[in-house]
Antibody
Framework: QVQLQESGPGLVKSSQTLSLTCTVS??????????WTWIRQAPGKALEWIGYIYYSGGSYYNPSLKSRVSFSVDTSKNQFSLKLRSVTVADTAVYYCAREEVTGGMGLYGLDVWGQGTTVIVSS | EIVMTQSPATLSVSPGERATLSCRASQSISTYLAWYQQKPGQAPRLLIY???TRATGVPPRFSGSGSGTEFTLTISSLQSEDFAVYYCQQYEGWPLITFGPGTRVDIK
C-alpha cells in the first residue's frame, strides 16, 4: 500500500528557510486521483493545514502562511517538497505529509494516508 | 474561514462504556466532515468522512452522525486502544480545510 515518509533537517535557525521532502512509496505521485498535502502540529496544539500540491504542480496554500510557503513536486523521484521562509519559533512543530483523494476537483474522502511526521525545531 | 469547535476538551470513560464526542462548525458544512484519531507520537488516522462513512478498516464501534453545523462521533464500547485524541475536520471550505482543537478520551 502507499506509504509516505517525511525527511529534512530537525533544527532550523530563526529567519532561515525550512525545507522538507515527502517521499511516496507503493504508488505513483503522478496518479491524478490525489492531492498531496502538508499539515503541521505545534507542541500540544491542534492540526494546521499548510496546503496542497497536485502532481502537475498546481498548489493551494493556507492564507495564513501563503506569503512564506511554497511547494514543489518531482515526479521522477516520486517526491513533493515544502519550503517555509523566514521561520520563527512559532513554526516549531511536527510536520506531516498526507494524501487526499480528489473527485470532481475537490477532496471528499478525508486524508487517508499520512507520513509518520518529522519534528522541526526553530531555534532563536 | 470556517472555525471548528469540539466538546468536551477531555472525556473520561471506562473501558466498555460509550463515548460521545461533539463537533460544531461556525457555519453550515453539510456533511463535509471527517474525524481522525491520534495516539501519542503517531500521525492522525482517518476514521470517518462524509460525516458518517467509516474509512477502510475502521471498526463498526465507531460511528459518525450529523449535518449542517452539529456533528457527533460515537464510540459504542471503548476498547483500550481507543484512548486517544480525536479531531474533526471540515472540508466544505475545500481547499481551505480546518480542524477542531480535539477531544482527549482518557481512562476513567
Amino acid at each position: 500500500q502507499v506509504q509516505l515518509q517525511e525527511s529534512g533537517p530537525g533544527l532550523v535557525k530563526s529567519s532561515q528557510t525550512l525545507s522538507l521532502t515527502c517521499t511516496v512509496s507503493g504508488g505513483s505521485i503522478s496518479n491524478g486521483d490525489y492531492y498531496w498535502t502538508w499539515i503541521r502540529q505545534a507542541p500540544g496544539k491542534a492540526l494546521e493545514w499548510i496546503g496542497y500540491i497536485y502532481y502537475s504542480g498546481g498548489s493551494y496554500y493556507n492564507p495564513s502562511l501563503k506569503s512564506r510557503v511554497s511547494f514543489s513536486v518531482d515526479t521522477s523521484k516520486n517526491q513533493f517538497s515544502l519550503k517555509l521562509r523566514s521561520v520563527t519559533v512559532a513554526d516549531t512543530a511536527v510536520y506531516y505529509c498526507a494524501r487526499e483523494e480528489v473527485t470532481g476537483g475537490m477532496g471528499l474522502y478525508g486524508l487517508d494516508v499520512w507520513g509518520q511526521g518529522t519534528t522541526v525545531i526553530v531555534s532563536s | 474561514e470556517i472555525v471548528m469547535t469540539q466538546s468536551p476538551a477531555t472525556l473520561s470513560v471506562s473501558p466498555g462504556e460509550r463515548a460521545t464526542l461533539s463537533c460544531r462548525a461556525s457555519q453550515s458544512i453539510s456533511t463535509y466532515l471527517a474525524w481522525y484519531q491520534q495516539k501519542p507520537g503517531q500521525a492522525p488516522r482517518l476514521l470517518i468522512y462524509g460525516a458518517s462513512t467509516r474509512a477502510t478498516g475502521v471498526p463498526p464501534r465507531f460511528s459518525g452522525s450529523g449535518s449542517g453545523t452539529e456533528f457527533t462521533l460515537t464510540i459504542s464500547s471503548l476498547q483500550s486502544e481507543d484512548f486517544a485524541v480525536y479531531y474533526c475536520q471540515q472540508y466544505e471550505g475545500w481547499p481551505l480545510i480546518t480542524f477542531g482543537p480535539g477531544t482527549r478520551v482518557d481512562i476513567k
